[in-house]
């Protein structure tokens, strides 16, 4: 049992702490390159790895391409002018300036202008004392971010997927918890003050939906560059369907919250009223706290249904004015947002 419990471990990190043990093997193996390649400068290669390696793929790739165009930039500015000029404080500062400016005129990503000034800054410094320092550092920079790339996407790539996964079902359950809060409310008469207390959770629900949309965006840029990560996209693309449904809940819980207070204001929010809205808010917690065992299933995807949930529908009476006051409801909270005399007046 222990035996078990500590392979799951060691299997765990392998899997998810990729970063710790990544840069060292691809350091190795780098500098063992380069070394082989005929570099007498290797640890070039594994500076790169340690600068290429990042937490998601994407990432790392685009590093590893702005040090490698930087590098061979930066070095062949330096190898054509450096002769003419000589090696002073002077002479770098003005290298380092071209090279800035013309970064600048080509509109390249600022980490290429700074790998252009660390080429020019080294190239500068070494090429008259080791006259094979420039191309050490082109061949060892490609050597070490291909190595640092190959690894970090063929072993154990960063499992985005199932991190924005497990944030969407903790945004589903705190979700459900809101509806929960918010029929406890209606309950007691939607009082103000409690119902400040509402609008603070659920501007922190918003931060968790931010944070859940985040790790998606981060999972789909890592797998664009994995050749291995079909199973993995597919379960992506159903996440990012489930996500519209998350967004919309929150959306829809924030704008009831609102009608509520409105409907409280009014003084035509009957006990009864309160009770039946109550009992819909629960039904609806308890839908999505269903659905949310099924987003935490490994199994496909299935339907969730709950009985009381689906018996909300509006009486056969009102179904006439239902779309009618639903406008006119999001017509005035248009007119409360915009209509602001004091911003108007600072305007004016």
């Known amino acids: 049992m222990e035996r078990n419990k500590m392979t799951n471990k060691m299997m765990d990190f392998i899997k998810y702490k990729g970063v710790v043990w990544k840069t060292p093997l691809a350091a190795a193996l780098s500098w063992e390159l380069a070394e082989w390649a005929g570099s007498k400068h290797p640890y070039l290669a594994p500076l790169t790895v340690i600068l290429s390696i990042q937490l998601t793929v994407d990432k790392s790739i685009q590093f590893a391409w702005q040090r490698i165009m930087g590098t061979i930039a930066g070095v062949l500015f330096t190898v054509s002018v450096t002769p003419y000029v000589g090696l002073n404080g002077w002479s770098i500062g003005l290298l380092l300036l071209v090279g800035a400016l013309i970064v600048t005129w080509l509109k390249l990503d600022h980490a290429i202008m700074v790998q252009v000034a660390l080429s020019i800054l080294l190239v500068m410094y070494f090429q008259s004392k080791m006259p094979s320092y420039s191309l050490d550092r082109i061949r060892d ?47 007691e008469g939607c009082s103000s003050s409690k119902a400040q207390t509402l609008q603070l959770r659920l501007q922190s629900l918003f931060q968790e939906l931010h944070q859940a949309t985040t790790e998606l965006d981060k999972a789909e840029q890592s797998l664009r560059y994995n050749p291995l990560g079909t199973k993995k996209r597919n379960t992506l693309k159903e996440l990012t369907q489930q996500m519209h449904r998350l967004r919309s809940g929150h959306a829809n819980l924030t704008d009831m919250i609102r009608v509520f207070t409105n409907w409280s204001e009014s003084g035509n929010f009957s006990k009864e009223n309160q009770r039946i809205w109550a009992d819909h808010l629960n039904a609806l917690a308890r839908l999505i706290k269903e659905w949310n065992k099924v987003l935490d299933n490994p ?25 009618p006051l639903a406008l006119y409801t999001h017509a005035e909270q248009v007119i409360q947002d915009f209509q602001n005399s004091n911003f108007s007046n600072k305007i004016l």
């Open 141 to 187: 920079t490609v050597i070490g971010a291909i190595v640092a790339i190959v690894i970090h996407i063929m072993i154990f790539p960063p499992d985005s997927v199932n991190k924005a996964k497990k944030k969407m079902i903790q945004f589903a359950d705190h979700l459900s918890n809101h509806f929960i809060n918010t029929s406890l409310w209606v309950t």
């Open 299 to 323: 199994e496909p995807f299935t339907l969730v249904s709950n009985g009381s949930a689906t018996q909300i529908k509006a009486p056969t009476h009102m179904e006439c004015y239902q779309y």
